[in-house]
């Protein structure tokens, strides 16, 4: 048997991708990634840029709530220490104390004893409960003392409600109390009321309540051994006396106090001393409100930069908060929902939502919270309160005796709101764009083919037997050349690009150096009536006194030279600052602070910057022996802001606060830096300042201050 013939074996051809894939493969490669490096570039940099700017802004929303609240004690404690000194209360101390000793020779009838017990029995013991919300044993709470259950008939079960209360000035029982109280009740009421003070008690050396401004239930018990002896009042007077403390007040933090039906209360305790010696305490309720309105801004929160989301709070201790919700001020349903999701008790959110408050009842177990309680200060990106994740900013507030921590917080999804935006417009622009390079690709590819095709074809003609085929495929000189050719257009268009961008840029620094960049975008935009205006903005207008006389030895010329430097190093102020320069002429130099970048610290920022650029002067003065001094205008107000012309556009401010700036400045009888009456009243007490006369303006008369300048102390 003879083999078999065997065929040679050859060998497998691999699968591969034709030229035409590849290069359109590559090409949607290069396209893609390209794509999204620039998109993670932008996401992780927006991102970047936007917690900076947030974090910045919850800081100064902090760091402004806790300046005011600890300004807000600290003029309380003032206040206190100041009246316990003085001889209204010293007087009404020693006349209460005796007066309070003589109810103990005064009881009550029986039948007044009665109506005393049924006061308790049907209205104080039912309100208490309802508060509680769980039975009361009123007996705990009746008053036993003869002037305790004499003071509260009179006073206390006899009144309505507390403003009924704190109206009457002698209940007619004819008693020597009643004749001190009307002596000196109007005076504690005064005090009370005009401070927001939720009451003034004046307690004596026994530890008696002899007087309160709302003759609450608390009117002459006893704080060492009576109902009220385990409450933060209590605390805080014996801390008081047993510490001899004249010139300091005890500060306590929020309780329930039974009195006032189990509202929330917090004390200051001040010793009331007659030429050193200790003769009672002045005790005032804390102004609950006056705290509210301090870390809400008065509910303006968006308008003192905390957004759509944005709150400030206060915490204590124990967890809870201490000033009110912005969420449940502004949507009661929505804050029940979301704390019941975060695991708040039902009961607790029952009650802050009927209640309106969440003092002493919101628990707040944030990490910014833990940390500010333990005396740290920082910013972090974490859950808030209520669950949602947010930028918070917390430090601890500095009031002794509290233990608060303020923290200020916006949530994350308003911050990052843009680059959000961003991501999802990346998306579909690089969607659009892949397709259309995929069909660029498939055409660029079958162009870049088509030669091979053509010398397939040859090569295919040949092997069918073929002789007289040719194949025009180039020659490297004429590739040669169309690249040379190529390349010399190529350079040709950069360098005109180059040149054209140039332009642009110098024709852009032009424009920006004319108008700010805002308005200086609609006029691009072609927009050619342009005005804005702008509610609380700060104005300066100011003039070198003396440059006149100094340029006058120097050709002009030179002159001009030494006001274009002086004029460069104002503008460069002005940047540090945060000012907007208007315009700038030979005769004054116009700025506002406010208007681009709403500014809380606006007022602040330009009387600063006055101060900076007087430095400025006085230091060329040293350098050049000249006497160049500044006078300066400053207003606060509304002004208006725009493009004045058609063919010579010109961009200025105008308005009542430009105004009064330019009289200000021009109505100095000296060089100095001059402020009008708004602007001392926004800036307080930063600066020193003296009163320097008025001026007449259409709304009336404006008083002006003449500001210190900085070199002027040195």
Request: aromatic share 8%; with cysteine; charged share 25%.
């Amino acid at each position: 048997m003879t083999d078999a013939p065997t065929r040679p074996l050859l060998p497998r051809r691999r699968a591969a991708w034709s030229i035409q894939s590849l290069l359109l493969v590559m090409l949607l490669l290069v396209s893609v990634t390209s794509n999204v490096v620039i998109g993670f570039i932008g996401y992780t940099g927006g991102t970047d840029s936007l917690r900076d700017a947030v974090t910045e802004r919850v800081v100064e929303a902090r760091d402004s709530r806790a300046r005011a609240l600890t300004e807000l004690f600290a003029t309380i404690e003032n206040s206190m220490l100041v009246n316990a000194r003085g001889a209204s209360v010293i007087g009404a101390m020693g006349d209460f104390t005796r007066a309070f000793g003589e109810l103990d020779d005064s009881a009550l009838e029986p039948e007044q004893s009665a109506a005393l017990d049924a006061y308790y029995r049907d209205g104080f013991g039912p309100a208490l409960a309802a508060a509680l919300d769980e039975p009361v044993d009123v007996s705990a709470f009746l008053p036993e003392g003869t002037a305790e259950r004499y003071l509260q008939y009179w006073y206390t079960a006899s009144a309505d409600d507390f403003a009924e209360a704190i109206a009457v000035d002698d209940a007619g029982d004819g008693s020597t109390w009643s004749a001190v109280n009307a002596e000196y009740h109007a005076y504690f009421q005064r005090m009370t009321q005009l401070l927001d003070y939720q009451d003034t008690l004046l307690i004596d050396l026994d530890g008696d309540v002899v007087y309160s401004a709302y003759k609450g239930v608390d009117l002459g018990t006893n704080l060492l051994d009576g109902p009220y002896r385990l409450t933060n009042l209590a605390d805080a007077y014996r801390q008081a006396i047993s510490g001899r403390l004249l010139d300091s007040v005890v500060f306590t933090d929020f309780e329930t106090y039974r009195p006032s039906l189990d509202t929330p209360a917090a004390w200051g305790v001040a010793l009331i001393s007659d030429g050193g010696e200790v003769i009672g305490a002045l005790a005032v309720e804390m102004p609950i409100q006056r705290i509210a309105d301090v870390m809400t801004s008065g509910g303006a929160w968006a308008e003192s930069g905390l957004g759509e989301t944005g709150e400030a709070y206060l915490v204590g201790g124990d967890g809870l908060m201490r000033s009110p919700s912005r969420v449940l001020m502004e949507d009661p349903a929505g804050f029940a929902e979301r704390a019941a999701a975060v695991g708040v008790d039902p009961a607790t959110v029952e009650r802050e939502v009927s209640s309106g408050a969440t003092l002493l009842l919101q628990p707040v177990t944030t990490l910014a919270a833990e940390r500010a309680l333990r005396g740290e200060t920082g910013s972090v990106v974490a859950p808030g309160y209520l669950g949602e994740e947010t930028i918070a900013a917390y430090a601890p507030l500095g009031v002794e005796d509290l233990g608060w921590a303020v923290v200020a917080e916006v949530a994350s999804q308003e911050a990052f709101a843009p680059v959000t935006d961003f991501t999802t417009r990346l998306i579909i622009s690089s969607a659009i764009l892949v397709l259309i390079i995929s069909v660029l690709s498939l055409v660029i590819a079958q162009v870049l083919v088509r030669p091979l095709k053509r010398l397939r074809t040859a090569a295919e003609r040949i092997a069918a037997g073929e002789t007289d085929v040719e194949v025009d495929v180039g020659t490297t000189d004429e590739l040669s050349s169309l690249a040379a050719a190529f390349n010399d257009m190529s350079r040709s268009l950069r360098i005109k690009a180059d040149l054209l961008e140039q332009q642009e840029k110098e024709n852009e620094r032009l424009l920006l150096s004319l108008m700010p960049e805002a308005v200086a975008k609609r006029y691009r935009e072609g927009d050619r009536t342009i005005a804005q205006d702008h509610q609380e903005a700060a104005v300066l207008f100011a003039d070198i006194v003396g440059f006149e006389d100094f340029g006058a030895t120097m050709d002009s010329e030179h002159a001009l030279e030494v006001l274009n430097e002086i004029v460069k190093n104002f503008d460069e102020a002005a940047e540090r600052f945060g000012i907007e320069r208007v315009r700038t002429t030979r005769q004054g130099y116009l700025a506002s602070c406010g208007m681009s970048v709403p500014r809380i610290d606006a007022t602040r920022r330009v009387v600063e910057f006055a101060q900076a650029i007087d430095a400025i002067l006085h230091r060329f003065n040293g350098q050049h022996g000249s006497e160049l001094r500044l006078r300066a205008g400053i207003d606060l107000g509304q002004v208006t802001s725009g493009l004045v012309g058609l063919s010579h556009v010109t961009y200025d401010l105008w308005g009542d606060a430009v105004n009064l700036a330019f009289r200000v400045q021009s109505a100095g009888s000296e060089p100095g830096i001059y402020i009008t009456e708004r602007v001392m009243t926004r800036v307080g007490d930063a600066f020193a300042a003296e009163p320097a006369g008025e001026v007449t303006t259409r709304t009336g008369v404006q008083r002006v201050w003449r500001v210190e300048s900085d070199h002027a102390r040195v």
